[in-house]
């Protein structure tokens, strides 16, 4: 009789449970949705547009019309859906520039490295979540240098609820920082590639599309800021720039950095900022109490290191206060103000460069720890800079006794593939396309930043380092004096890193580690290896794909400084790189 009745007590049961699981389920789920991102849409049309910049009117790639390009806004834990469709004669890509892209590599953009690019008339869908991020990223094109054109900012806020580590700002504005030419520079790169020469440089600087007063001509093409007294404004500054590194300032105001690169710092204040093409940087403006009787310009010009020619020339915006609307008397309201100009730093003042980098730092607290790696797995050492390649027979080339112009890391220059990396690794089809050889050293031992060496031609390959899931990474970054020192400003896709260490001359292994902060150094995506210096790098390997390591100097891109890092999937079903999308592009 007993054993008659245990189907209906455990059918019942069975109910019960159910019932209890999900009403579980759907209050976590509830929970989980309240804190959840929501899907955001977008549509990216790149179209052709004319425009007039220093008096002449010109066809340049856009993003729906518009340079800058939309602004993608946010919040931490958003997905974001981006659909670009190409309407114009090149190929084109789009990369999320220092979106951690975990698990979604995909959507990365760089052309032949995550993706094909989008031919003309075909569509893509960038499929990403954000994830543990906040602050201001950018977006840009990642093929030949039509990023020139085509960038526009991306603005991260927090979660609902959940305030800045700051004062919490009246207004928030994005300050972009462009370069142009009068020419087109798809041709100007085509052209130098050919040649082996350098590129010509760009003929003026923009702050939000706008070369500025102090250009012929721009006068009326000037970015305009408007603040009320009393108030407090976050700028956010990108530098979109194809191949200057930049020092920015306002008139007679300082500013407090709050966040670089998407990540919080301990605030400070500065009378200039410097940032490099790829960094971004967030500060604070409190405008004067009382309405001044002046207007002040905001300014930004090159940092320049290297020995090429480069364009020594400033762009301007104007910053004025909102003067009372109620005063009567329109004489005064309408009376031209003087304009104050900001004293920025000689264009090769590295001291200067040095001093603002330090002040960098972590906030590095219980709410925003820095989880730098203590403990390193794999350790590497990198030199970045210029040589030269051998002009091809019957040919007449325009660098040095007739040679090439090169970009190395540990003298390999990247030969893009005609292939995505990604999907051969993915497809485990590497053969014919790249090899895991490349060197964790350099070929051989030189006095880096002193006489090059007698040979300094570089060599070529697709070669990438692979590496184990979750890896801790030290990576030492060494500028050469090859050519001529500089400063290269380096950024790493698919991770943020750590910025232990940097100094000047050689890098000394017995000697600079002992000197590595590891409590609260900078975290970025992107660091500039400082002219004729080192850098110090660490980070966590803990995202599989495949990421493109690359000076953003454009010029060096182009001449082949970047390599790849392949990461191997972990062993956990969460570890492993899903597979491609069913648009992604075919070559």
Known sequence: M????????????????????CTFWIFS?????????????????????????????????????????????????????????????????????????????????PAYVTQCPIQTGQSYVYNFTVTGQRGTLFWHAHISWLRVTIYGPIVILPKKGVSYPFPQPHKEIPIIFGEWWKADTEKIISQALQTGGAPNISDAYTINGHPGLLYNCSAKDTFKLKVKPGKTYLLRLVNAALNDELFFSIANHSLTVVEADAVYVKPFKTQIVLITPGQTTNVLLKAKAKAPNSTFLMAARPY?????????????????????????????????????????????D???????????????????PAKVPRKVDRRFFFTVGLGLLPCSKNSTCQGPNNTMFSASVNNVSFVQPNIALLQSHFLNRSKGVYTTDFPTNPPFKFNYTGTPPSNIMTAKGTKVVAIPFNTSVELVMQDTSIIG???????????????????FGNFDPSKDPAKFNLVDPAERNTVGVPSGGWVAIRFLADNPGVWFMHCHLEVHTSWGLKMAWVVNDGNRPNQKLPPPPSDLPKC
């Open 2 to 21: 007993g054993s008659s009745l245990l189907p209906s007590v455990t059918a019942s049961s069975r109910i019960a449970v159910t019932a209890v699981l």
């Open 29 to 109: 789920e509830l929970v989980a949705a309240k804190h959840a991102g929501i899907t955001r849409h977008y549509k990216f049309d790149i179209k052709l547009q004319n425009v007039t910049r220093l008096c002449r009117t010109k066809s340049i790639v856009t993003v729906n019309g518009q340079i800058p390009g939309p602004r993608i806004i946010a919040r931490e834990g958003d997905r974001l859906l981006i659909k670009v469709v190409n309407h114009v004669q090149y190929n084109v890509t789009l990369h999320w520039h220092g979106i951690r892209q975990l698990r979604s590599g995909w959507a990365d953009g």
């Open 304 to 348: 320049a290191t290297g020995p090429a020619s480069f364009d020594n020339t400033t762009t301007a915006g104007v910053l004025e206060y909102d003067r009372n609307p109620s005063a009567t008397n329109t004489k005064s309201k309408n009376k031209k103000l003087p304009l104050l100009k900001p004293s920025l730093p000689v264009f090769n």
């Open 350 to 368: 590295t001291t200067l460069a040095t001093a603002f980098v330090k002040k960098i730092r972590s906030l590095a607290n219980a709410r925003f």
């Open 485 to 503: 020192a500089e400063s290269h400003p380096l950024h790493l896709h698919g991770f943020n890193f750590f910025v232990v260490g940097q100094g």
